[in-house]
């Protein structure tokens, strides 16, 4: 059993954390109630989402052509575009071009692709300060944290932990409220703003016909990392195409939605460059980082490239009866959830993360509330199915699971020996529906047995 899976399963206990339950089923709510909201400004939201998924799965089908024509127009725009494999090379030019700076202070707005490539311990050991500059993002920083969530950082605190922290880290008050803290947080940040030599944004989208880049926030932390350095840095996956500027609203009302519940997000930017001469605000540099990471892998297979569609709405964590007991951590990635358990072991390895395909009820609630139609359970099930072919699992469990297939071929398999054999069979492992439940008993006479001896046959 590999190492991720025992720390998985034994980070699973945090379901019966009742106080961790009951911060995060809290905030769940909250935005459950939103979202519902949200989408009733749709007369037709099934065409909207039918709509966001062809254009998403048109790029994701031809991702080359449209990376080129992003290029190309980004080159235009006078952007520089760095192309990078994996997170170290991503890392690698990131700190080739702060060093050619002397940059020694770095804003970051809320980007998980900077946390997939550890963007922060990186520049930290290379004597640069990254600030988080999102309220969500600087409390977990400030705790020494990763992000909970892919949309709200700080979801499993609550405004007691906030207040708690923030008394240890700044001796602000105990009893702090939630507006006083942000407003000490705003204090902070200000200065780090206009001191900032680098400001780092990640992409919600990336335009192809117009090479420029949109962001969507409600802090206006986004734009203040961008208005005030003098370098903006963007570091983007390649899958966050799409065709044209013609389809950001679509995309902004549909991500707005599903993952806070509003009609539009409060901040809504596009950028197409550096300042231009007769501009006195804005970067003088703009460099767009375009990571693969495995992502062309993906790109790749027959079904899975749909999972490129994603726009990280978080909206299937948010119904996932998985995550909203186990939490984000649990899974000890940075992509959580069931778009997580999908992508993650293709980019990590499924030899160490197949186990994430498993944390799963296939209930289905994900594909339903996808904005983008990704068929996320099924495509659950065709990784457990990658995982059996290629033997990934232990021993036992590949012996069972080859036991499972034959005795359930036919019935006449199942029928071989009697309901007390096949209890003796099913308790040989005790725990495995875990120690708070009992495997039901089978019944000494299968169905079909029973059924053939009441007609006579």
């Keep these: ?225 961008v208005a005030f350095p003098k370098i903006h840095i963007v570091i983007s996956g390649i899958e966050k195409l799409i065709p044209s500027i013609n389809d950001l609203p679509l995309f902004l009302q549909l991500l707005s939605a599903h993952g806070t519940g509003q009609q539009v997000t409060v901040y809504n930017s596009l950028f197409t460059g550096p300042k231009k001469d007769n501009e006195s605000n804005g970067p003088e540099k703009m460099i767009v980082v375009l990571l693969d990471n495995n992502r062309t892998e993906i790109a790749k297979e027959k079904e899975h490239f749909k999972a490129l569609k994603c726009i990280r709405c978080g909206a299937c964590l948010n119904t996932c009866p998985i995550y909203k007991n186990v939490g984000g951590y649990t899974y000890g990635v940075t992509y959580t959830g069931p778009i997580g358990s999908v992508i993650t072991p293709f980019m990590n390895g499924f030899k160490n993360y197949n186990h994430l395909s498993y944390a799963c009820s296939v209930c289905g609630a994900c594909s339903e509330v996808c904005p983008v139609k990704i068929p996320l359970h099924d495509l659950l099930l065709l990784n457990r199915k990658k995982s059996v072919e290629n033997n990934y699992g232990t021993l036992a469990w590949n012996a069972g699971m080859k036991a499972y297939e034959w005795a359930f071929k036919k019935r006449k398999n199942v029928d071989l020996v009697n309901g007390k054999i096949k209890n003796k069979i099913l308790k040989t492992n005790k725990n495995v529906l875990g120690n708070q439940k009992e495997f039901p008993e089978v019944a000494q006479k299968s169905f079909s047995k029973t059924w053939k001896s009441n007609l006579n046959l």
């Design 1 to 225: 059993m590999p190492k991720t899976k025992d720390i998985f399963v034994e980070d699973s206990k945090i379901a019966f954390d009742k106080k961790h339950r009951k911060t995060i089923n809290f905030n769940i709510s909250r935005y459950d109630a939103a979202v519902s909201k949200g989408k009733l400004r749709y007369t037709n939201l099934e065409l909207a989402k039918q709509r966001a998924s062809y254009l998403k799965e048109k790029v994701a089908a031809n991702l080359g052509r449209y990376l080129e024509e992003f290029e190309k127009n980004a080159l235009k725009n006078n952007i520089s575009v760095i192309w990078a494999r994996n997170g170290e090379e991503a890392v690698s030019e990131i700190i080739k071009v702060l060093k050619k700076e002397n940059a020694r202070l770095l804003v970051k707005s809320k980007s998980m692709i900077s946390e997939e490539i550890e963007l922060n311990e990186n520049l930290e050991k290379s004597g640069i300060e990254p600030v988080e500059t999102d309220l969500g993002e600087f409390i977990v920083q400030v705790a020494g944290e990763k992000p909970y969530h892919i949309l709200t950082p700080a979801m499993h605190k609550s405004k007691e932990d906030v207040a708690e922290l923030f008394h240890k880290k700044f001796d602000t008050p105990e009893d702090s409220t939630p507006t006083e803290l942000t407003l000490f947080v705003r204090k902070v940040l200000r200065k780090k703003f206009t001191s900032a030599q680098v400001g780092v944004t990640g992409a919600n989208f990336l335009i192809a016909d117009k090479g420029g880049v949109a962001l969507t926030e409600n802090e206006g932390n986004g734009i203040m990392s």
